[in-house]
């Protein structure tokens, strides 16, 4: 999804922190912008130089998300561009998991992330033994593994899915059961879509025997960091002091928070809900940047500034360090070739599922 023209790269670095200035003189103090913009020009120098594409998941910094990106979107869009993209190297401005799905999907480019670790609290929930322990217990049930996961886990998944196609996914699987990894609130959130009943084995008394157990969908309990951390009470509190606010939630949030929102759905289905929305102020229940973002590009609309929850992971990636990963070569992703073909399978199978959320 492409939100602005891509800067043109004859532009000068005082053309570069005017179009800067015109999304984010509201959001971003004039020095640092004036800063940034001498970087964003380097950046855009470098990314011709070395034919390569940035890639930069909604979560990025507002002055790295307006100015140096080709493409800005959810995990599921930006997995799309990995797989077609002709240049020879892929800045992924994301965490990890997403800059693997990358390599996974184009293993002959060079995959860089800006930062060296850039992790996520659900891909660390979960590891392969995890997985093969699972299909062990309930043989022949097919696995669903949410893209946060890393590329060993995905090699031993029947299927990907992102928060914007989850229940697509569960759905086309035909399956009356499904084990749903590893987000516990993406799976209870996903199995009231589909009309399904949820269990989770690893929290389960051990003297209940499998055979015993009523469900159609088998999770896990990991959670985001970030979005755990919501409560029904933000809500209560935001709708008391604004009364006409539009509250908006990632799916990853627990289920009861989902029920007193207005609109659930991935970073990118909230994108689009603002945008052709009418109302003039949200609450968006996401991680801090994004809202910036959406303010950025819908200057009419109020997004409330409640939100004070940041993804450590997402804003290790700044311009600074996207410019070293061109500059530098680093940090280059690679998936051991027995892996990624497996883990290949897994996430095409997705792609090829048309829905987004
Ligand atoms: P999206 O796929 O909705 O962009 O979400 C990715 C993510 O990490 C949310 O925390
Ligand atoms: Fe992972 Fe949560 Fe950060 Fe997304 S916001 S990258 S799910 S820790």
Known sequence: MVYYPIKDVS??????????????????PDAELRYKAEIADEVLRLKEERNA????????????????????????????????????????????????????????KTVLLPAEKAGCSLAASITAKDVIDLKKRFPGVPVVSYVNTYADVK?????????????????????????????????????????????FPTTLPPEKADTELDYQLIGWPGRCEVHEQFTVEDVENARRQFPDVIVLAHPECPPDVIDVVDFSGGTNAMINYVRDHPA?????????????????????????????????????ITLEDTRDALRYNRYVIEVPEDIRSRAYRAVKRMIEINASG
């Open 155 to 199: 090699a031993e998944s029947d299927i990907c899915c992102t928060s914007g196609n989850a229940a697509a996914v569960v759905e086309s699987l035909a399956a009356d059961t499904v084990i749903f990894l590893p987000d516990e609130y993406l799976a209870r959130n996903t199995a009231r879509e589909t009309g399904k009943h949820v269990i």
């Open 53 to 108: 594409v940035i890639l930069a998941h909604n979560y990025m910094e507002p002055a790295l998300f307006v100015s140096v990106p080709d493409y800005r979107g959810d995990s599921l869009d930006l997995s799309r561009r990995a797989a077609t993209t002709d240049r020879d190297v892929i800045v992924f401005c994301g965490v990890r998991f997403m800059a693997e799905t990358a390599k996974i999907l184009s293993p002959h």
């Open 280 to 316: 003039g102020r949200y609450l968006l229940l996401t991680e801090c940047s994004m809202g910036d973002n959406i303010a950025s590009e819908n200057p009419d609309k109020e997004m409330v500034r409640i939100c004070s929850i940041r993804c450590p992971h997402m804003n290790e």
């Open 11 to 28: 532009m000068t670095v005082a053309d570069t922190y005017e179009s800067m200035r015109a999304r984010l003189s509201a959001i971003v």
